[in-house]
């Protein structure tokens, strides 16, 4: 058997922080054969970016290796000296992040950043560099090769960014591709786009692939094999279709379950109890022990080892080891608890909440010596919208394409340019700030980044109360105490959370908290803003079933903002789609996905990466 | 580019007449003639004949914006504000109070002395700064970079004054290397500013290093700079190349608006180190109580502080490709 280009032996990356030793990477081991497409797939805080960057030599500062050995084609690369590991680095691996937006430097161009590489690894005259610079180019699809070659990374898009990012790490022809996260911050047609042109390339080069994702979907299309990590160790080693056919750990099950838009829509997601451990306090046993559904006695205490049960697919679980089903350390602890239904009957689509006509929102463009307006930016350009009582409209389309302003616009958070706007028949659009008071109250909103959109400074309690003092001045402090504590249990967070701060929480306790944020108030709308965008898929669900029992409980309608159509698929009952400005299509969610009309819409959803039929 | 630079400009317009009438106010109104006519004649046995006899003679005899008694366009220009004031736009400032002085000729003489020790100090003290700064960011995290930044809290916890005694009784009293104080011109000049200068850089060092080690820590933290450690580059030339230009920005917005005020000399160092610039100009004016040396010297700190802010804005062009994109 030929040697593979990646081994990675118990690999052990730890660091050193305040709260002890963090065990980010726990002893990991798995190979990638030559032109082989191997997928890491964690949840954030599992240890696949350390994995990553361990075998590209990364590690900064307060990290080192605990153990273990990373054999790049048969030689350990972490004892090389640090000139040794630049050799390597950018020439034989190389790797792409997930932030393109951030990840060229801004003051270098396009063309300086990728000679730079070349230079730095193949001895070739500058203008061989520069022609092969324009080469690599022309290679990941741009059309005019010459001219990207001296632009500023500010004048592309994220898009076009990361193909200059693929042109840097494949320039040199590596034996090793690194992708974390790669089409993350991307829209769905770009993804599409842009893991096309990794697939293309690297089989063209015979380069492998190590792709970190936390997407499914994208796993089974693209990876041969798969590692599922959890706590720092590989929970499940397999094939692809193994993998997403047959799964065998608790964990990967859960996570395939926990993916929205394959659920029945009257059916909450399932869930994972609780979230990560920190990496500085795990489970002797098994890391999922706590967590798990199927957990047995001896779990918390005795570490599982990798089994087997089929060629190929491994799995690090008690249950497959048949000594352990044996010893009384198999008596199950808890019985896998029933899903209830949620009784979601289909809202009745007669009363009209929310409703608006020819909205359009444009933002000047100023020119020149004194800033004459030339023209505008239409971002919100002319849309009608009738949002039902009780129902979920979700607004879709890719950034840039007015979807969030117009959000913001029909809750009158950025001032319309014109149209108008109706709630319950009364009409917003001429209501001064002093007259929106009661409609404040009545439509709220939730936004995307749980880290940035709760002030820091304050407490839990006071954010929300905040929102209770101004819309809710009828409230006495006791009362709105009161209804503070109670939004928190309904959003699943326990009294004392109101004394706690921001940063105390983790982002899905965060968005609860948000979502406490626009309750308290007593909203009869939401708008949604990639209310569940920035979470981790488990998290996520646990998101979506709350959002969907309290619509239920309180006959909330959702405006939902997002791209994700999974999500779409899951809460919504109408679908609009936005392009440019403009809703290109308006239909009920099921004749959307089955019969979509427009040609856009039907772009978008064939740019979803889809995994078949096989579960 | 150019659009850039002359918007720039024209927004400085309507502010260098903002200050123009702000220092009148300061100087005319707040502190009025009468005022400074007492001041100078003093307090207690003056009479109002002498007073109204000292403001004519000085040029203070009009009333200070509006002048009733004329008519036409000539109630504003017989006032104090346009006789004294408006000329200072075209830097016309007239004649100092006390001994009927040139002004403008007085600052284009003592300029060049106040430069002779601000400019070497100015360019020494950024480089070095930048160096040690840079030197601890390579080094960060090690005891090298902690025992620098505890070093450098040390420096500028400790008084200017400090340095200054410090250095001429060391350097120039007991070593006796260079004269304590004084100054000549032309070359002859070297032997006096080496003992001011290096005061000046060693006191600003301790802000200066540990300004430009978080500005460059903030860049060594940014996705960019991984890219590049991926691409193989020496961490040398990840700080030097890739860190150093994007840290310019910060840098640039600190250094490039005191490059005027390089003019303006520094009052502390000039007076202790009796150097015949700008800034023991200023001193002198304000210990004889010339209003007029004193009010040229204000509203010229205040057109210095607009021409720094220029220089910047264009100076971010020549650094960040992103200014001119708007």
């Known amino acids: 058997m030929p040697t593979p280009v990646l081994e990675v032996k118990n690999l052990k990356t730890y660091f050193k922080t305040g709260a002890g030793v963090a065990r980010a990477v726990d002893g990991v081991s798995f190979e990638i054969a030559r032109g082989e497409t191997f997928a890491l797939v964690g949840e954030s805080g599992c240890g696949t970016s350390v994995t990553a960057l361990s075998i590209i030599q990364l590690i900064q500062d307060s990290g080192f290796y605990g153990g273990g050995q990373i054999l790049l084609n048969g030689r350990d690369v972490i004892p090389l000296s640090e000139k040794e590991k630049r050799k390597m680095r950018g020439n034989k691996v190389s790797m792409i992040f997930q932030e393109p937006m951030t990840s060229l430097n801004p003051v270098f161009t396009v063309g300086d950043q990728i000679l730079e590489t070349i230079m730095l690894h193949q001895k070739k005259s500058a203008a061989d560099a520069r022609a092969a610079a324009i080469e690599m180019l022309r290679s990941v699809k741009f059309p005019n090769p010459e001219a990207i070659f001296d632009e500023y990374p500010h004048r592309l898009s994220g898009g076009m960014r990361q193909r200059v990012m693929i042109a840097i790490a494949l320039c040199c022809k590596p034996d090793l591709l690194i992708a974390d996260e790669p089409t993350t911050a991307l829209d769905v047609t770009i993804q599409d786009e842009i893991i096309k042109l990794i697939k293309e390339l690297k089989e063209s080069m015979g380069t492998a692939a190590l792709l970190i994702t936390h997407n499914l979907a994208l796993v089974y299309n693209n990876a041969e094999t798969v590692g599922v990590m959890y706590g720092g160790k590989i929970a499940e080693l397999a094939p692809a279709r193994a993998l997403f056919k047959n799964p065998m750990h608790p964990y990967t099950i859960k996570l395939l379950r926990s993916i929205p838009g394959r659920a029945m829509r009257a059916r909450p997601l399932d869930t994972i109890p609780g979230s990560v451990p920190p990496a500085t306090a795990y489970a002797e046993g098994c890391r999922f022990s706590g967590r798990c559904p199927r957990e047995m006695q001896g779990c918390a205490a005795i570490e599982p080892l990798l089994s087997s049960r089929e060629p190929g697919h491994f799995a690090a679980c008690h249950l497959y080891d048949s000594d352990f089903m044996k010893t009384p350390d198999s008596t199950p602890l808890h019985r896998e608890a029933e899903i209830l239904p949620i009784i979601s009957t289909p809202p009745d689509m007669r009363e009209t909440l929310v409703k608006a006509a020819g909205l359009k929102t444009y933002y000047p463009i100023r020119k020149g010596l004194l800033k004459r307006v030339t023209g505008y930016v239409k971002a919100v350009d002319g849309i009608d919208l009738t949002m039902k009582k009780g129902s979920t409209l979700a607004l879709v389309g890719e950034s840039g394409s007015g979807k969030t302003t117009a959000g913001k616009t029909i809750i009158r958070l950025i001032e319309p340019t014109g149209g108008e706007i109706f709630f319950k028949d009364a009409r917003l659009t001429h209501l001064k700030e002093s007259e929106l008071k009661t409609f404040r109250s009545k439509a709220q909103i939730i936004f995307q980044d749980p880290y940035s959109s709760l002030n820091p400074r304050l407490t839990v309690g006071k954010i929300i109360e905040e929102g209770l003092l101004t819309l809710k001045p009828g409230l006495d402090r006791k009362a709105r105490l009161e209804k503070i504590a109670s939004t928190l249990g309904r959003v699943g967070l326990d009294a004392g959370a109101m004394e706690r701060y921001p940063h105390e929480f983790s982002g899905g306790q965060r968005q609860r908290v948000g979502i406490a944020r626009a309750l308290a108030v007593d909203p009869e709308f939401i708008v949604c803003d990639e209310a569940v965008s920035a979470l981790d898929v488990s998290v996520q669900a646990q998101i979506l079933n709350l959002l969907k029992s309290i619509q239920r409980d309180f006959g909330l309608s959702f405006l939902f903002i997002t791209h994700d159509l999974g999500v779409v698929k899951y809460v919504a009952d109408e679908v609009a789609v936005m392009h440019q400005g403009k809703i290109v299509e308006h239909s009920a969610t099921e004749e959307l996905f089955s019969n979509p009309k427009h040609a856009y819409t039907k772009k978008l959803l064939a740019a979803v990466p889809r995994m078949g039929n096989d579960f | ?326």
């Open chain 2, 1 to 326: 580019m150019l659009t850039y630079i002359i918007r720039r400009i024209l927004y400085a317009v309507p502010i260098v007449i903002g200050v123009n009438v702000l220092t009148a106010l300061l100087f005319f109104y707040v502190n009025t003639p009468d005022d400074m006519a007492r001041k100078i004649l003093g307090e207690k046995n003056v009479t109002p004949a002498a007073i109204e006899n000292w403001k004519k003679d000085h040029g203070y005899g009009l009333p200070a914006f509006l002048n009733t008694k004329e008519a036409g366009l000539a109630t504003v220009t017989q006032t104090i504000f346009y006789q004294k004031s408006v000329p200072l736009l075209w830097l016309d400032f007239g004649r100092s109070d006390r001994n009927n002085i040139d002004i403008g000729r007085e600052i284009g003489r003592r300029m060049w002395a106040s430069l002779a020790i601000s400019l070497p100090m100015f360019t020494f003290g950024v480089f070095i700064d930048l160096f040690f700064a840079m030197m601890l960011a390579y080094y960060r995290g090690t005891y090298l970079d902690i025992s620098g930044v505890v070093f450098c809290v040390i420096m500028m916890s400790v008084s200017t004054l400090f340095y200054i005694i410090g250095g001429q009784f060391i350097l120039g009293k007991l070593l006796k290397l260079f004269p304590i104080s004084g100054y000549d011109t032309g070359v002859y000049s070297f032997k006096f500013l080496v003992l001011p200068v290096a005061v000046g850089v060693i006191s600003g060092a301790g802000i200066g290093i540990r300004f430009y080690r978080t500005v460059f820590l903030e860049e060594i933290n940014k996705d960019y700079i991984r890219t590049a450690r991926a691409k193989g580059l020496s961490e040398a030339k990840v700080l030097f190349k890739h860190a150093l230009k994007n840290a310019m920005i910060p840098v640039l917005t600190n250094v490039v608006v005191s490059i005027p005020f390089l003019f303006y000399g520094s009052l502390i160092m000039e007076s202790f180190f009796s150097i015949p610039g700008l800034g023991n100009f200023t001193i002198d004016a304000i210990q004889a109580q010339d209003f007029a040396i004193v009010r040229s010297m204000v509203y010229m700190g205040s057109i210095l502080y607009i021409v720094g802010l220029i220089l910047t804005d264009i100076s971010y062009t020549l650094v960040d490709p992103r200014v001119l994109f708007e």
